[in-house]
Nanobody, 116 residues
Framework: EVQLVESGGGSVQPGGSLRLSCAAS????????MSWVRQAPGKGPEWVSG????????YYADSVKGRFTISRDNAKNTLYLQMNSLKPEDTAVYHC?????????WGQGTQVTVSS
């Protein structure tokens, strides 16, 4: 059974930073492309970033490019999202997901709130 457990969310002021983590289990993490997806209140899911199984490249939505960095540690079965220069419009529940651009399985998510 695929299990994805996100952590690291919280409340920050605009311009602040957070680092999200996603602990994966139930599958061979190092063989699977991964991504982050977010959902803001009252809106549909938005793909944020993706990374292939070998971590050799990274992909970002235009809205976060230059501010967010996705990475993975296959030895620790963990996916990360470093978020810098946060804006109020980044407020959402962030989910990690299997799949590079289209999410297949995703976790419960972690809340990120950016507000002054």
């Amino acid at each position: 059974e695929v299990q994805l457990v996100e952590s690291g969310g919280g409340s920050v002021q605009p311009g602040g930073s957070l680092r999200l983590s996603c602990a994966a289990s139930g599958f061979t993490f190092g063989n699977i492309d991964m991504s982050w997806v977010r959902q803001a209140p009252g809106k549909g899911p938005e793909w944020v970033s993706g990374i292939p199984s070998d971590g050799g490249s990274t992909y970002y939505a235009d809205s976060v490019k230059g501010r967010f960095t996705i990475s993975r540690d296959n030895a620790k079965n963990t996916l990360y999202l470093q978020m810098n220069s946060l804006k109020p419009e980044d407020t959402a529940v962030y989910h990690c997901a299997t799949g590079l651009r289209v999410p297949y399985s995703w976790g419960q998510g972690t809340q990120v709130t950016v507000s002054s």
